[in-house]
């Protein structure tokens, strides 16, 4: 047998019968051990993925026996820094993956064993759920969102089909494992003698080449996205569509006054600041500026990835509820003056409402609220999405 065939000859009775030809993918990166050690990859970066994207959706969506922790402050700008950089490193591993793997979608017979049926159904949800979760998440890092529904939701659902499949194929790859250990052990000294065949000679890349140059491009789109969330290396964050220094008072905008048709309404010098309670009272803007001394030093982190530090500062949130009369273990919710929008409000739970670094803010880095972080007044508080410290506050009710 030559050298080449021992290397990258599929195994007897994979495509001698089929559609194509027994030589037809003669490439030596179509190679068991390379997509072996993709899949390794690939799987814990997509465990990954899932697990800090399920802390951002249950972070913007508790169930209703959970309240999330306000400490520690850098938490959830951890999970989603990593959530974002993670799901952009997927990009070349799993273009890679698909490319050693797929002369099996011409392997014959099509379906062998019941075992191997499942594999092959689980195929199709997998890899067409992981190209539309990196498809859609960079578009909503670009905020491009051409798509006519709404990302977050069909985000999380389309999350769970894919590690679903991603389950059912490793379960399945685990059941062929096990029914080919007796046929392995038997082929133990020639599998030995092809591990230890060196490259076949001829041009393109060697197996190790090819793991160096997509372990460097995985390697090169985290460090230069990194930037945007790990405090001091925002001028490393070259991939990025927004750098988190930049923007008004030094801070990216995403939602922009304009867009929320506030430009008016937030300037009218008829402001009033509502609380309401069992005892209700409404401020003026004026006397929340008078009130406002506390000051806290808090990121605002976003769900495509940035973080920002800042110093804020404001009025307490629970000071404000304490004189409307709010119970500790109540929930209160924060309105904007904006008309309409998914995000207009947001619900404020007592590990949040009542911690001190949680602030109505009025003024940024020792200056007024530039209209487009909020002004005149927005909520800042620790640990918590940055799309549910809402803008253009005018309302704080008890739930």
């Not at 052990?185 to 092809?194: C, G, M, P, V, Y």
Request: proline share 8%; with cysteine.
């Amino acid at each position: 047998m030559k050298l080449l065939d021992r290397v990258v000859a599929p195994p007897p009775g994979r495509l001698r019968r089929g559609p194509l030809r027994a030589d037809a993918f003669s490439s030596r990166l179509h190679d068991p051990r390379v997509a072996s050690l993709l899949g390794l990859w690939l799987g814990a970066a997509f465990a990954t993925a899932f697990l800090t994207g399920l802390v951002s959706h249950f972070m913007q969506h508790p169930p209703g026996w959970w309240a999330w922790p306000s400490r520690p402050v850098w938490f959830y700008r951890l999970t989603q820094g990593v959530h974002v950089a993670t799901g952009l490193a997927c990009v070349p591993l799993l273009l890679a993956k698909l490319w050693t793997v797929y002369p099996r979608l011409w392997e014959w017979p099509p379906v062998r064993t019941v075992g191997h049926a499942l594999e092959r159904i689980s195929i199709l949800p997998l890899i067409a759920g992981a190209l539309f979760q990196l498809a859609t998440g960079i578009a909503n890092i670009a905020q491009w969102y051409r798509f006519r529904f709404f990302f977050t939701v069909t985000h999380y659902w389309v999350a769970w089909v894919t590690i679903g499949a991603l389950v059912v194929h490793v379960a399945a790859k685990l059941a062929v494992v096990r029914a080919n250990v007796g046929r392995r052990r038997a082929d133990r000294s020639q599998l030995t003698e092809r591990v230890s065949v060196p490259e076949p000679p001829g041009g393109g890349l060697s197996r190790r080449g090819f793991g160096i140059a997509v372990g460097t491009a995985a390697g090169v789109i985290t460090v230069s996205t990194a930037g945007q969330f790990v405090p001091g290396l925002a001028d490393t964050a070259l991939l990025t569509p927004r750098q988190p220094n930049l923007g008004p008072q030094g801070l990216p905008v995403n939602r922009t006054a304009a867009a929320a048709g506030v430009l008016r309404v937030a300037r009218d010098a008829g402001y009033r600041l509502e609380v309401v309670g069992p005892r209700p009272f409404t401020l003026t803007l004026t006397e929340l500026h008078d009130l406002g001394r506390a000051t806290s030093r808090l990121p605002i982190t976003c769900v495509e990835g940035w973080s920002a530090d800042a110093t804020w500062t404001g009025v307490r949130l629970r000071d404000l509820l304490d004189r409307a009369g709010i119970p500790a273990e109540a929930t209160v919710r924060a309105e904007s003056l904006e008309a309409r929008g998914g995000y207009r409000t947001s619900e404020v739970a007592p590990p949040h409402a009542r911690d001190p670094l949680t602030l109505l803010a009025t003024r940024l880095d020792g200056a007024l609220l530039d209209i487009e972080h909020g002004y005149p007044a927005r909520l800042i508080a620790p640990n918590r999405p940055g799309v549910l410290q809402t803008k253009w506050v005018h309302r704080v009710v008890m739930v």
